[in-house]
């Protein structure tokens, strides 16, 4: 859960540089406030997918009699195969 978490705030924190650095290589320049608005709107979609593969996972893992640790552990080695 806590690698999850990291990467929604990683990838929050990329899309912010990149929107404030795209906008400096504008003509137009957009206001910062609403360049990091847009930022966290892009990251949205990304949260929503990370949240529902997690929730999946815990739901399989109920029906199974399984821990979260084995789940991950199972994603991981079909990740592999």
């Not at 929050?12 to 929107?19: A, D, K, M, S, Y």
């Not at 206001?31 to 815990?58: E, H, N, Q």
Request: net charge negative; no cysteine; hydrophobic share 50%.
């Amino acid at each position: 859960m806590v690698d999850i978490i990291n990467f929604v705030a990683l990838s929050g924190i990329f899309n912010v540089l990149f929107f404030w650095y795209a906008s400096t290589k504008m003509q137009s320049k957009p206001d910062p406030i609403k360049t990091l608005i847009v930022s966290f709107v892009f990251s949205i979609p990304l949260s929503f997918l990370l949240i529902a593969v997690y929730t999946t996972m815990l739901i399989y893992a109920a029906k199974t009699g399984s821990s979260e640790d084995a789940m991950w552990e199972y994603m991981e080695q079909e990740e592999l195969q």
